[in-house]
């Protein structure tokens, strides 16, 4: 590799050079080789990412679309449209070998509420601490552990929801989780699913299209 076939190389005044991280234009003479290739390596792996999530998104909406087609064609033939309310619909090849499946799952926020039922929740655990309750202690803990994004954890707290627990104070703390929790949008997954005989045991074709 000569300085001249540098990818990100800037031509001054005859001279090679390349932008630094502080917007400076440096010689590529004076740069050290295993930087220049470490540079070179990471903008071909971008690129190739690039051009694999606009296949990945073409994809997607491809599927979508078929789907949605083939719904399209139902409901003309029978009145009738496939899939649950919110959008869910299984649809699978004829010799029962293979699947796509289209998922809608709700996007949830909390409110105010949900500070509440953790006050209430406290006070039970808190009254209950001479008599156990350390599993039950975890489980809320977990729950009101956020991540990263400040996301309760959803499936713990359902989790917590089904405790049957009969103290007036945690059926309110559950109702205040109830009334916190507000639909803000929803989210469709298609997946897809193989398998070599019709009685045997789905393998997931592993393609993470999520987020494209």
């Known amino acids: ?3 001249r076939q540098h990818p990100a190389s800037i031509d001054v005044a005859g001279t090679p050079h390349i932008r630094d991280a502080k917007g400076a234009l440096v010689p590529l003479a004076t740069v050290k080789a295993t930087d220049l290739l470490m540079d070179e390596a990471v903008r071909a792996m971008l690129l190739a990412a690039t051009e694999l999530a606009g296949c990945i998104r073409a994809f997607k909406g491809g599927a979508f679309e078929r789907v949605a087609a083939f719904q399209a064609l ?3 033939d029978y009145g009738t449209v496939l899939g649950g ?3 869910n619909v299984t649809l699978t090849t004829f010799d029962g070998c293979g699947k796509v499946q289209v998922q809608v799952a709700d996007l949830i926020e909390f409110g105010p509420e949900l ?8 006070e ?5 601490a001479a008599t156990g309750g350390v599993e039950l202690r975890a489980l809320v803990n977990r729950v009101f552990s956020v991540d990263k994004q400040g996301q309760i954890n959803r499936a713990e707290l359902l989790m917590l929801m089904r405790a049957d627990i009969t103290d007036p104070r945690w059926k309110r703390a559950m109702d205040a989780i109830r009334d916190s929790m507000r639909v803000i949008g929803s989210r469709s997954y298609i997946r897809f699913y193989h398998r070599d005989t019709a009685d045997g045991a789905w393998r997931a074709i592993p393609i993470d299209i999520a987020a494209a």
């Not at 500070?115 to 929740?121: F, P, S, T, V, Y």
């Not at 039970?124 to 209950?128: D, N, Y």
């Open 1 to 3: 590799m000569t300085e």
């Open 74 to 76: 139902l409901a003309q």
């Open 85 to 87: 309310t919110k959008g």
């Open 115 to 122: 500070q509440a039922a953790k006050a209430l929740i406290d």
């Open 124 to 128: 039970c655990l808190s009254e209950w």
